[in-house]
């Protein structure tokens, strides 16, 4: 078959790209070596994008798998690149698999930043190199490409595959509270269950007869988010490990979200005065942490295999699909007392690189939950861009993905905002906000303190709350408006 005669059996069957898929893979596949293939390849790709794109936010697995191999088939080299970099690091091991195929069958090599460390069985096979440290100017040894046998097990060795492979070796760091897991049923010793009472604590999907509750928030930017809260039997059991296994465990200085004395002002004051603040948002932040890396978490502070499955059993949610079917792994939900300081100390590694990485250029960086942000008294030296080019290679080889359409770059010609604070000469609430909680006040005044007034459905705890909030970050202005609000209420 020719390339004009694959077209002519392509086309009809883009009419209908989802019931046609297996039929349009298995053409492209079989006739790949074509000369003139990048023709069929292009014109697939135009009328198949956005059903390719949709596959790949698809909580299933096997539909994920499916978009993977349609990128490989008919995307060019560099947009393929940049969904297959993330698409190694997939949470399933089946899109992993069929990533590395793809990768392979493109001759595509990782472009991620070369990981100099020897935690990886290939990293002994692998050549060295010698290069310049762009940022201290010092000399470093790092590894080449590792031998093509061992190319799927090695493509970058670090906190993302934390606990997925066994020959990944991890500095343990164990605490006495872990150590003493050493089987399901100790774990089911300190948390007081049976093994009857835990199988059903662990059971997937949400809804009636599930360990789950499913609701939606609006978000601050539009849309909503999806919460699945724990029920009570289950939360209980959940506050236990975070009070007698979590709560102890140090996370990393540059971590202000979801830590006790740290906050969004703490987060914030690292940056005031700075000429350029660069703020970066992660794709998916909770779901990215699954079930494997927790294991490999729990393993590291010393519990065994089965403890540690068991605990992150436990901590994790296993949505349902339309069909009825089990997606896997599990994934941290948001809802859960755990999945915030999970998250911290999974992401322990992370914060440290990009604190280290900020540190050779003269920068800050601190991590608001989902919300890394830079901040810079001179421009970089290399310029920007590439400072942002090596924070991004971090944030992937450590499992996660940066939300490009959410990069800012904020200089003072404008507000400099950091975790909603501005951080232009000093600490302070938006000038807009303290102008219309002023408003609010005034509207209380004359209307009295409603839900209407004040547009929440707690009034008093809102007004409250707020100049509280402002109290904490302008002292002077604060207490003003906190004098104000309880006159106000005084007058109730």
């Not at 002292?475 to 007058?491: D, Y």
Request: glycine share 6%.
């Amino acid at each position: 078959m020719d390339v004009a005669t694959l077209v002519s059996a392509l086309m009809p069957l883009l009419d209908d790209p989802v019931g046609n898929s297996a039929r349009i893979l298995k053409l492209l596949r079989d006739h790949r070596t074509l000369a003139d293939y990048e023709v069929a390849r292009f014109l697939v790709a135009k009328r198949t994008e956005p059903f390719v794109c949709e596959l790949l936010q698809s909580q299933d697995p096997k539909s994920r798998r499916t978009a993977v191999r349609w990128v490989g088939l008919t995307f060019a080299r560099a947009p393929a690149a940049r969904v297959l970099r993330d698409a190694t690091k997939d949470r399933a091991k089946m899109v992993r698999q069929a990533a590395f195929r793809a990768t392979r069958e493109l001759r595509l090599d990782d472009v991620a930043l070369p990981d100099t460390t020897d935690h990886a069985a290939w990293v002994h096979e692998a050549p060295q190199q010698r290069r310049m440290n762009p940022f201290t100017g010092e000399e470093m040894v790092v590894r080449g490409s590792p031998p093509r046998a061992a190319r799927q097990r090695g493509y970058d060795v670090s906190g993302w595959r934390f606990g997925l492979y066994p020959t990944v070796n991890r500095r343990r760091d164990p605490k006495p509270a872990f150590s003493a897991l050493r089987s399901r049923e100790d774990v089911e010793r300190v948390l007081g269950v049976s093994r009857a009472q835990l199988s059903r604590m662990i059971r997937p999907g949400h809804g009636s007869g599930r360990p789950y509750v499913a609701f939606e928030i609006p978000k601050a930017t539009g849309g909503v988010r999806t919460l699945h809260a724990p029920r009570p039997a289950l939360k209980r059991v959940q506050r236990l490990i975070l009070e007698r296994l979590l709560a102890p465990l140090e996370v990393h200085a540059a971590a202000h979200g979801f830590v006790r004395g740290r906050s969004t002002i703490t987060n914030a004051i690292p940056h005031v005065g700075a000429r350029i603040v660069v703020k970066m948002d992660l794709i998916d932040f909770f779901p990215t942490i699954h079930f494997g890396r927790l294991v490999g978490l729990f393993q590291h502070y010393g519990a065994s295999v089965d403890a540690a499955r068991t605990l992150a059993a436990v901590v994790t949610y296993r949505p349902t699909l339309p069909d009825g079917r089990v997606s896997w792994p599990s994934v941290l939900p948001q809802g859960a007392p755990t999945s915030p300081v999970l998250s911290n100390l999974v992401c322990r590694r992370l914060d440290s690189r990009l604190t280290a990485l900020a540190a050779s250029v003269a920068a800050h960086y601190t991590r608001y939950a989902d919300d890394l942000t830079f901040s810079f008294r001179e421009e970089p030296t290399k310029g920007l861009g590439h400072f942002l080019w090596w924070v991004n290679q971090i944030i992937g080889q450590e499992g996660f993905r940066e939300n490009l359409g959410k990069r800012r770059i904020l200089r003072p010609t404008g507000q400099l905002r950091v975790t909603g604070l501005v951080t232009n000469s000093g600490l302070s609430v938006p000038r807009d906000a303290r102008r219309r909680f002023r408003a609010i006040l005034h509207d209380c005044r004359q209307r009295g303190v409603t839900a209407e007034a004040t547009g929440h459905e707690e009034p008093r705890a809102y007004l409250l709350g707020f100049s509280a909030y402002v109290q904490m970050v302008q002292p002077a202005t604060g207490a003003k408006l906190r004098a104000e609000v309880l006159a106000l209420l005084a007058r109730r």
